[in-house]
Every structure is written in C-alpha cells, then in structure tokens.
C-alpha cells in the first residue's frame, strides 16, 4: 500500500481533483492484461492494453460495509502530458460491482453493469507518457446509476469527462486505486 501511495505521490496524483490528500486504500485492485499486470505506475505499450483487462478486487480485513461499487478508467493526460485540454479522458465505468466479504478476488468485468464501454488507451507515439487510473469507488446504498449520468459512447462524448463532479454528484467514496503509464508502440523514451 505504501509503494502505491509512494508512487502516485510522485507523480503528482496524489492529491488530485480524483485522490484527496488523505486517501487511504481499503480495497486493493489487480489489473490483468494478457501480457501484462501493471501497477504503481508501470509503463505499458498501446499494443499491450487493447483487450478489456481483468480487474480483481481484494477486500481488507478492516473493509467497511459497502454492498457495491463503481470502477472508472481515466486518464487525465489527454490528448497529451503538456497540453491537457481534454482530461479527464473517461476509458471505462462498471457500476453497482457487488462487494464481497473476506479477502476473495473477483473479476470487475461480469460483476457489474457497464456505462461506459472499455476504450483501450491510445497514446500517440510523439506524446509523452499518459496516466491512467483506475479508481474504485463505494457506492451509498440504493445508487442506481444509467448510461445518461457518464455521457454518450462516442470518442468525442468521452472526453472533458467532470470526474470529480460525478463522484460528488453521486456520493461516491474512493476506496482503491491503481494506475499505469500509457505509451505508443513506437514512443522513444526513458522507462
């Protein structure tokens, strides 16, 4: 956990408009591409991330008792690090994901209802690295959330996406986070 928190420190992420300043994780997140199970950080190629990743969900012991939550992909980067006129990009939302008690791990993908289909990352190769997050949130009791609340599914209806408002508009707490890097295929650049 502390590698975790270490890491988005240090990349400027923590806080942020998404992560408060006393963000604590009580849930912790795998993320599972074919190739690849990025975290804190890592750096990934475009051609690494295109299919929907598996997204495990692991329970703390001291986990409150949320009943459900809400996993959003975004990337704050867009279209690139130096000019981020289009962040938040919105990548991916499932809600009303079932929580389950103990320590089990669980795939994201079947549990819960999809708003916003996965839009695999898609950095140009002359664009610096971008940050992807992957953020879960706890639901209050009774949320019902429909594809209208995130916006339409057309690249350009993802962009400019208010994170920060849909998570206060709608009560959600954050409760897990984990995050890669996102570069082209042919980007030249330090690791």
Known sequence: MTTLLDSLRGAGLLPSKVIPADFTPT???TVRFP???PSNGALVRVSQVQTTPAISISLSSSSDTTSSFTLMLIDP???????????????????????QAGAEERSVVDAGRTLTQYLAPGPK???????????LFAEPDGLSLEKEDV????????????AEEFV???GLRLVGVQWMRGVGDGWKGEE
Do not use: M
């Not at 289009?86 to 991916?92: D, I, K, L, S, T």
């Not at 190769?125 to 953020?135: I, K």
């Open 168 to 170: 206060q508009r709608h």
């Open 125 to 135: 190769d002359e664009s610096g690295p971008h940050q992807y997050l992957f953020l």
């Open 27 to 29: 849930v912790h997140l």
């Open 151 to 162: 916006g339409g599914e057309e690249f350009v209806e993802r962009r400019s996406f208010r």
């Open 35 to 37: 190739s690849k199970t």
């Open 77 to 99: 980067d867009a279209p690139t690090p130096d000019d981020p006129k289009f962040g938040y990009w919105r990548h991916w939302v499932v809600t009303g994901i079932p929580a």
